[in-house]
Nanobody
Framework: QVQLVETGGGLVQAGGSLRLSCAAS????????MGWYRRRPGSQHEFVAQ???????NYADSVEGRFTVSTDNAKKSVYLQMNSLQPEDTAVYYC?????????WGRGTQVTVSS
């Protein structure tokens, strides 16, 4: 099993920035990548960003140019730098990791952007 713990959520004004962190522990052998999803109020989970162990990076159209995902393989961590935050970015942000044996999820961290 892999345990994922997110930190860095909070309340920020529109136009501000936050940095989310997620640390993996447990059986982190052969993880293929890490990334972020979010769930906005009244909506389903949606993809935000991810980085594979090979370095490939993908972003949702809604965050491209404002958010930056990065990983630290030595620390088994993934980060999400969020700039120019808008009220529609308000959501619970979930860290996830994937491997050939399955997907793993954190419990989420709340990000609230006030107008």
């Amino acid at each position: 099993q892999v345990q994922l713990v997110e930190t860095g959520g909070g309340l920020v004004q529109a136009g501000g920035s936050l940095r989310l962190s997620c640390a993996a522990s447990g059986n982190t052998f052969s993880l293929s990548g890490m990334g972020w999803y979010r769930r906005r109020p009244g909506s389903q989970h949606e993809f935000v960003a991810q980085q594979s162990s090979e370095g490939n990076i993908n972003y949702a159209d809604s965050v491209e140019g404002r958010f930056t995902v990065s990983t630290d393989n030595a620390k088994k961590s993934v980060y999400l730098q969020m700039n120019s935050l808008q009220p529609e970015d308000t959501a619970v942000y979930y860290c996830y990791a994937w491997a050939g044996r399955g997907d793993f999820w954190g419990r989420g961290t709340q990000v609230t952007v006030s107008s």
